[in-house]
């Protein structure tokens, strides 16, 4: 099995420009006047966050909708008792994140979404706001994929759904650095990418022989 995952077996990623010709092509096809939703889903670490904001500069008037602005509250993980498992899937809130996307399939107006800080691992309400011009929103995170937990309802509101694939070395190597970057030492940084950032990895590699594309991140 290579180590990019088994989702790469059988078919040969893509890069970025080949992704951003796809799309351009998905746009100058479409009769719909409501924003074009582009999924890209992996494993944490594996470059979504990077590969959604290099596909929107390559796509103009194109925005980012970061799946982390729904994690639940720190008080609300810490009243359920998923604290330790921050990042898991029945830690967002699925509700309203299919409720955002649903309402970005048809609004005619603005639409205000949460963002996420990690200095402090928490949602910031309306940070982001997304009007009917937006050509393409691109909607990256770890569980656009997965079938449990009311993830199911996510894949068939986008338009097309994308893959990140990256090295497992690499990708561990990059996770704990952020770890690391948003205040963890080493040891809390290892410890977290190598155990509940790990477990949710497992839970994600299946979910992508699902997307579409593949993109291998580098």
Known sequence: MSREGSADEGRAPIDLP?????????????????????GLAGKPGAGKSTAAEKLAALLPGSRVLPMDGFHFPQAQLVSLGRRERMGAPDTFDVDAFVA???SLSSATGTVRAPGFDRTIEEPVPDELSFTPEVPCIIVEGNYLLLDDHGWHRVAPLLDVTVG????????????????????????????WALGPDERNAVLIEPTLERADYLLSAR
Request: without cysteine; hydrophobic residues 55%; neutral net charge.
């Open 100 to 102: 955002l996307l649903t």
């Open 164 to 191: 990140v694939i990256l090295d497992e070395a690499t990708r561990h190597e990059r996770l704990i650095a952020r770890h690391v970057a948003f205040g963890k030492t080493d040891e809390q940084a290892r410890a």
């Open 18 to 38: 080949a992704l951003a010709a796809i799309v351009e092509g998905m746009l100058a096809a479409r009769t719909a006047s409501t924003p074009l939703l582009v």
